[in-house]
């Protein structure tokens, strides 16, 4: 099953954001990406939850139990393929 299949999305209520969350439960290692991955930079890392960046400025809040926020992008579509490539790569750490 691909990435995107496992994540629910929806708009969150400032109309700003799009809410990723894990269809099953999952409990993500953060410490494996301390050092950022692919495209994306960690600004910020605690062992709950890391705020990355990419180069096109969309944000990534990522929780440990895989819950994601993600802002500054373009359309609904990028930030479900954003979202959608930080699950899949931080489930091959």
Same mark, same amino acid.
């Given at each position: 099953?691909?990435?995107? %299949?496992?994540?629910?999305?929806?708009?969150? !209520? &400032?109309?700003?954001?799009? $809410?990723?969350?894990?269809?099953?439960?999952?409990?993500? &290692?953060?410490?494996?990406?301390?050092?950022?991955? &692919? +495209?994306? #930079?960690?600004?910020?890392?605690?062992?709950?939850? /890391?705020?990355? !960046?990419n /180069?096109?400025?969309? *944000?990534?809040t990522?929780?440990? +139990?895989?819950? *994601?926020?993600?802002?500054?992008? $373009?359309? $609904?579509?990028?930030?479900?393929?954003? %979202?959608?490539?930080?699950?899949?790569? #931080?489930? $091959?750490?």
């Amino acid at each position: 099953m691909g990435a995107e %299949a496992q994540l629910f999305f929806k708009l969150c !209520s &400032d109309h700003l954001s799009i $809410e990723a969350i894990p269809k099953s439960k999952v409990r993500l &290692d953060l410490s494996k990406m301390r050092r950022g991955f &692919d +495209d994306f #930079i960690v600004k910020m890392w605690t062992p709950r939850f /890391a705020v990355m !960046s990419n /180069a096109n400025g969309i *944000m990534i809040t990522l929780r440990s +139990d895989g819950h *994601m926020i993600v802002r500054n992008s $373009e359309s $609904e579509t990028e930030a479900k393929a954003a %979202a959608t490539r930080v699950l899949r790569r #931080i489930s $091959e750490l």
